[in-house]
């Protein structure tokens, strides 16, 4: 995912990349916001457990590539302005 929120993925088949986005940091359920609906999937990804949702870089509120304790902050900020 670049600095601007857009997700890249190549499709090697078709010799092109596909861009998604911008993506929402937070908005682990694609949904097209933060809200309360993103808080189990927000911490699945948090504890890498093997049911979170996907992409789990959605998850990475400061885009520093790994989800950690640095990320909630950012997170409940956006549920709260949601
Ligand atoms: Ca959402
Ligand atoms: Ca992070």
Do not use: T, W
């Amino acid at each position: 995912m670049d600095p601007n929120g857009y997700l890249y993925v190549s499709e090697p088949k078709h010799n092109r990349v596909v861009r998604f986005g911008p993506a929402l940091p937070g908005d682990v359920n694609g949904s097209g916001e933060v809200d309360q609906a993103d808080v189990a999937g927000f911490v699945l990804a948090l504890l890498g457990a093997p049911n979170a949702p996907k992409p789990i870089e959605a998850a990475d509120m400061n885009g520093d590539a790994c989800l950690d304790g640095e990320d909630i902050d950012a997170f409940l900020q956006a549920l709260l302005a949601s």
